[in-house]
């Protein structure tokens, strides 16, 4: 199984400051045949259900504000929040979906507001 | 816009079966799968299983392998999981999530239901 390790567990960042959250898997997930990496992003707000943000590492889901960023390849991938605001407090969590049909998650990274 | 609607909170005994509904308000699920992911108490995110309902063949993870049980109805736009034998540590927040697939590869998951709690107590 591939395991998604995420870093820091969590973070606290100030109202219009950057955020970024690591998330490592233990084997590539990149598609050498078609050049895709299989790694999606989600946001999950307090008592909510889990929300797409981005999914082929760096394609931001229709509706997703531009603050939201995705980058990276192979093993090593990055989410990051620019100017981040209150709305943007939230556990966020990276998945592969390299092997099919299960997809393993991070174990998430929470961000707050320092 | 396709909603997943969920059934309601559940209580359920020890050793008891829970069985939860996903239904697709606004829209069908023939182009995608439908993974079932919980959550339990303060933790992180569990894929449990999934469908692709016009090939109608189930998907599970190991550990869920012969407890849990997952079907759909085309005809209702509902997709279904029954987990059996519960302990107290399947008390979580069930969710089940639309799935953008490619043929029989499951991608990644786009539209999530709101959830339904499981609670197992005596």
């Known amino acids: 199984d591939i395991v998604m390790t995420q870093s820091p567990d969590s973070l606290a960042v100030s109202v219009g400051e950057w955020a970024t959250i690591n998330c490592k898997s233990s084997q590539s997930v990149l598609d050498s045949s078609n050049n895709k990496n299989y790694l999606a992003w989600y946001q999950q707000k307090p008592g909510q259900p889990p929300k797409l943000l981005i999914y082929w590492a760096s394609t931001r889901e229709s509706g997703v504000s531009d603050r939201f960023s995705g980058s990276g390849s192979g093993t090593d991938f990055t989410l990051t929040i620019s100017s981040l605001q209150a709305e943007d407090v939230a556990v966020y969590y990276c998945q592969q979906y390299y092997t099919t049909p299960q997809g393993t998650f991070g174990q998430g990274t929470k961000v707050e507001i320092k | 816009q396709v909603q997943l609607v969920q059934s309601g909170a559940e209580v359920k005994k020890p050793g008891s079966s829970v069985k939860v509904s996903c239904r697709a308000s606004g829209g069908t699920f023939s182009n995608y799968a439908i993974s079932w992911v919980r959550q339990a108490p303060g933790q992180g995110l569990e894929w449990m299983g999934g469908?692709?309902?016009?090939?109608?063949?189930?998907n599970y993870a190991q550990k869920f392998q012969g407890r849990v049980t997952i079907t759909a109805d085309e005809s209702t736009n509902t997709a279904y999981m029954e987990v059996s034998s519960l302990r107290s540590d399947d008390t979580a927040v069930y969710y089940c999530?639309?799935?953008?697939?490619?043929?029989?590869?499951?991608?990644?998951?786009?539209?999530w239901g709101k959830g339904t709690t499981v609670t197992v107590s005596s």
């Open positions: 469908i692709i309902p016009i090939f109608g063949t189930p």
């Open positions: 999530a639309r799935v953008v697939r490619a043929v029989d590869y499951y991608h990644y998951m786009d539209i």
